[in-house]
């Protein structure tokens, strides 16, 4: 089975600042997919980024990158030039490949305040 | 285009009764998942759908809960009875039901039993 951990419970920065948010994951299998999901308190889940594992390249959306260190089996998302709108829950999440089963695993999630 | 739309919003009722949340799906998508959020377990995946077709129930907690996919468009989710522990934030999503698509969620219904 697979886990995904988040070692933050809670951080905060200061608008226009840049933070990274941690996520490692443990799992047996070579190929598979993993997401950064947003929960902003109206509570809606929404995906921000996503990462094949057979990529070396990291992901990049405008401002959010991601660090994927396959053999470290982390995959660390970082917000540039943070803005008041990034305030929510962050939750990292693997997916299996191969199989059909489109199956989720999160993780625990960070609660980022983003601090006018 | 409309995203996943759940009702009720919120459902506040006594143990005992049955609950049932509801889950439009995005046209044109062919997988649904339910998922239930609480701060002590976070969010887990109760059971997910391809086709109209179970793939994976391992995380329905005991034979209380439920869930059917009547058509290809439209789920819902029971609890019969319902507990005070099932209190959750239960979402549903779905997705065009290939590996690396992205799920789209829902708002979620905010479950309270007393």
């Known amino acids: 089975a697979q886990t995904v951990t988040q070692s933050q419970p809670e951080m905060s920065v200061q608008e226009a600042e840049t933070v990274t948010l941690s996520c490692t994951y443990d799992?047996?299998?070579?190929?598979?997919?993993l997401f950064w999901y947003k929960q902003p308190p109206s509570r809606q889940m929404i995906l921000v980024i996503r990462?094949?594992?057979?990529?070396?390249q990291n992901a990049t959306e405008n401002r959010f990158s991601v660090n994927f260190q396959k053999a470290a089996k982390s995959f660390s998302l970082k917000i540039s030039d943070s803005q008041l709108g990034d305030t929510a829950m962050y939750f990292c999440a693997f997916m299996k490949h191969g199989d059909g089963n489109e199956k989720l695993t999160f993780g625990t999630g960070t609660r980022l305040t983003i601090i006018p | 285009d409309a995203g996943v739309i759940q009702s009720p919003r919120h459902e506040v009722t006594e143990m005992g009764q049955e609950v049932t949340l509801r889950c439009k799906l995005i046209?044109?998508?062919?997988?649904l998942f339910w998922y239930r959020q609480t701060m002590m377990r976070g969010l887990e995946l109760l059971i997910y759908?391809?086709?109209?077709?179970?793939?994976?129930d391992s995380g329905m907690p005991e034979d209380r809960f439920s869930a059917k996919m009547p058509n290809a468009s439209f789920s819902t989710l029971k609890i019969q009875p319902s507990e005070p522990r099932d209190s959750a934030v239960y979402f549903c999503a779905s997705s065009l039901g290939q590996a690396y698509q992205p799920q789209h969620f829902g708002d979620g219904t905010r479950l309270s039993i007393l």
């Open positions: 046209s044109g998508h062919n997988s």
């Open positions: 799992t047996s299998e070579n190929n598979y997919y």
């Open positions: 759908f391809n086709n109209n077709v179970p793939i994976d």
């Open positions: 990462q094949e594992a057979y990529k070396q």
